[in-house]
């Protein structure tokens, strides 16, 4: 099973925006026109025994595009991030925004040095 780190890293690769939890509006960088990508991760550690935890990672990668779904996108989601992780596909139209998001939920279970931060 892949780490988070690796999971966001092939995320990055895809060569959209990507932004965690959402994009912020500045005068020098505004939102982005979709498709992009927008990561959310919950981490609960465990098992600490002064040198090893576990860290779980209930994660979300949602993928925005334009108007309708866009397959092609999705299975280079599938095929390029996560080939290897089992994963629950959720698809809902966003009518207010003119936009579709396709969710990807699931849960990443790593051992981790005490000091190391996940999420």
Known sequence: MPTWETILQRTKKIGLPVARESFEKTNKTPVP?????????????????????????????????????????????????????EYEKQQEKISSEDMVQTAYNFLLIEKCRRGERHG
Not at 55 to 66: N, P, Q, R, V
């Open 33 to 85: 026109d979709p498709p992009y990508i927008v990561w959310l991760a919950d981490v609960r550690r465990r098992g600490d025994d002064h040198r090893n935890r576990i860290a779980e990672i209930d994660a979300t990668i949602e993928l925005y595009t334009d108007r309708r779904p866009d397959p092609d996108l999705e299975s280079k989601m599938e095929e390029t991030v996560l080939f290897d992780v």
